[in-house]
């Protein structure tokens, strides 16, 4: 299995506008070599990717919800906002370091002398 | 799941410091209030705080305690009577009963509030930077 085929549930998953670009991928015939994993049931680390893309998703909306109220003046609360977003800025963090690492093991493999 | 340790309590802080500072403006901005929907001069707000339980940790053992507004009780001490004759809420003697406000006390009120929403700010601060520090291990 590619390390590379658990990355594309990732983008598949949370992001709608890189879904796109996921997208014309499966009209290749060229690149359906290396599918062990298939986008629509990811196993292990990909399932893992899944639902940490799916967490960082529910913390930015939950953010963007509680900033919409309070600009709109439904609600006071301010500093639940600011502590949401910040949340989400830290949750986004952690999974930006654990796609960095995907890469650098990835990249550590393909440099391997054989 | 909670990425920012503690964060939830000093948000409950924040919020109930944010009440107390709300009902400092009100007895401020009623300080010279001679009427009221009950009759009677505007009577000073007072605002109490309470612990309260959140989500038992299971790390730490205990549960941990945020706070919240207990109630806001209104101060029945008398307010200070002036003779001002012309004043439509005057009695018969022309003696007016002004609201038992004092300014002074609501100022260290207000400073005490904010002092405390700083202290709060930082350590919501300092929880996220702790938390960003962290991710830098792998760097």
């Known amino acids: 299995m590619s390390p590379i085929g658990s990355i594309n549930p990732l983008f598949s998953a949370g992001a709608p506008a890189l879904n796109k670009i996921d997208a014309p991928l499966p009209k290749l015939p060229g690149l359906h070599l290396g599918g062990t994993a298939a986008p629509t049931t990811p196993d292990g680390f990909g399932r893992m990717l899944d639902g940490l893309v799916a967490t960082v998703d529910a913390k930015q909306s939950e953010a963007k919800g509680l900033t919409q109220r309070v600009l709109l003046g439904d609600s006071d609360q301010l500093h639940q906002s600011v502590i949401a977003m910040q949340e989400a800025s830290v949750s986004f963090s952690l999974m930006v370091e654990v796609r960095n690492k995907l890469i650098e093991s990835y990249q550590e493999l393909m440099r391997m002398q054989v | 799941m909670n990425l920012i340790s503690g964060i939830d309590i000093t948000a409950s802080a924040l919020a109930a410091q944010k009440t107390r500072l709300d009902i400092v403006a009100q007895n401020i ?111």
């Open chain 2, 29 to 139: 901005a009623n300080a010279q209030t001679t009427r009221t929907a009950s009759g009677g001069p505007y009577q000073r707000q007072v605002v109490s705080f309470e612990t309260e339980l959140i989500r038992s940790q299971g790390s730490a053992g205990g549960a941990l305690q945020s706070v919240r507004v207990a109630q806001v009780s209104t101060d029945r001490s008398p307010g200070q009577q002036v003779y001002n004759p012309q004043h439509p809420d005057a009695t018969a003697d022309g003696l007016v009963t002004m609201p038992n406000v004092n300014l002074s006390q609501e100022m260290v009120d207000l400073i005490t509030a904010s002092r405390t929403y700083e202290a709060n700010l930082s350590v919501a601060k300092n929880a996220r930077m702790m938390a960003t520090r962290t991710l830098e291990i792998g760097k």
